[in-house]
């Protein structure tokens, strides 16, 4: 299966700015999921991001404030802009492996101060 | 709308005990069920997965049982030891290169 490492595994940010989160792929792989998971709560996906159009966003989540960047097939980034405290939470990418699979990036634990 | 229900949210069990988790999903188009455990500042790590033309799935303490016209599954720990506390977290996806669906996870407590 797929090896992802995904950067950084932690922040601290002051509101208002932005953090880019990178996930790197071992292979090509056709889409990547971009999850947050929020303090004590289950993974809700954001986008899924498809390389060569845009990034397509669940109900709740929009490009502005998650720009998603996919310029190849093993890589990606989910961008969190003008952060607030209410962004702190674990932002996790995915890929499908063959057979249904799926592996998860490390995570990124944010905190918004 | 949520696509998978999981219950109980939360679960204490004595050290040998065998906790069930439940999970229910409405799109019948799903045929991916993967559990997955977290502990507290990991990543999900899968557990066990299973596809809906088998009825139960075994590996090592954990098992799946699926039950295809109740559109239900369920995830037994044996033998559960304190090291198997965790957050459990139940997930379903459809055929093709598409997004895991998560249930809302169930807090496990196992106790000496």
């Known amino acids: 299966s797929a090896v992802i490492s995904q950067k950084p595994s932690r922040d601290i940010c002051q509101r208002g700015t932005s953090l880019t989160i990178q996930c790197q792929v071992d292979?090509?792989?056709?889409?990547m999921f971009w999850y947050r998971q929020q303090p004590g709560q289950s993974l809700t996906l954001i986008a899924t991001?498809?390389?060569?159009?845009?990034?397509?966003?669940e109900s709740g989540f929009v490009i502005d404030k998650f720009p998603i960047s996919r310029p190849n097939l093993t890589f990606s980034t989910l961008t969190v802009s003008n952060m607030s405290p209410e962004d702190s939470s674990i932002y996790l990418c995915?890929?499908?492996?063959?057979?249904?699979?799926?592996?998860f990036g490390s995570g990124t634990r944010l905190t918004v101060v | 709308q949520q696509q998978v229900k999981q219950s109980p949210q939360s679960l204490i069990v004595q050290k040998g005990g065998i906790p069930i988790i439940n999970c229910a999903y409405e799109?019948?188009?799903?045929?991916?069920f993967p559990w997955y455990q977290q502990f507290p500042g990991k990543g999900p790590a899968l557990l066990i997965a299973?596809?809906?033309?088998?009825s139960e799935k075994k590996e090592g303490r954990f098992t799946i049982s699926f039950n295809k016209s109740a559109k239900q599954f369920s995830l037994h720990i044996m033998d559960s030891q304190p090291g198997d506390s965790a957050t459990y977290f139940c997930?379903?996806?459809?055929?093709?290169?598409?997004?895991?669906?998560f249930g809302k996870g169930t807090r496990l407590s196992v106790i000496a």
């Open positions: 995915s890929v499908g492996s063959g057979g249904y699979g799926y592996t």
């Open positions: 799109n019948t188009a799903f045929d991916y």
């Open positions: 997930a379903a996806s459809m055929e093709g290169n598409t997004p895991l669906v």
């Open positions: 299973i596809r809906p033309d088998v």
């Open positions: 292979s090509q792989v056709t889409m």
């Open positions: 991001a498809n390389q060569g159009s845009e990034a397509t966003y």
